[in-house]
């Protein structure tokens, strides 16, 4: 069994940065440097200001996709009712 390097160590607050953005997380876990401020750094904070607002729009379209899913199906299951009420 390979011993296990310093790498391999995942510590809580590493986890917290790769929620916040995976490629962070990676750069840093390569040895990169991060930016100090300047333009660079505030790019990326528009960027992942814009990210966020991207993912909220996708979540609010799941839910409307889903809701009206099960309004068709209702609606499917109403109609089928109705048939066979009028059949019987």
């Known amino acids: 069994m390979a011993k296990s390097g310093r790498k391999d160590l ?18 840093r876990r ?6 100090r401020g ?4 505030a790019a990326g904070t528009r960027w992942h200001a814009a990210h ?16 009206c ?5 209702a609606l499917v299951a109403a109609t089928l009712i109705f048939f066979w009420w009028l059949v019987s």
């Open 10 to 27: 995942i510590r809580a607050s590493a986890m917290g940065e790769y929620v916040y953005c995976a490629r962070a997380w990676w750069l």
């Open 52 to 67: 966020g607002r991207s993912v909220a729009r996708a979540k609010r379209l799941r839910l409307v996709s889903a809701v």
């Open 38 to 41: 300047g333009e660079a750094r």
């Open 30 to 35: 390569e040895g990169a440097q991060p930016t």
């Open 69 to 73: 899913l099960y309004l068709a199906l």
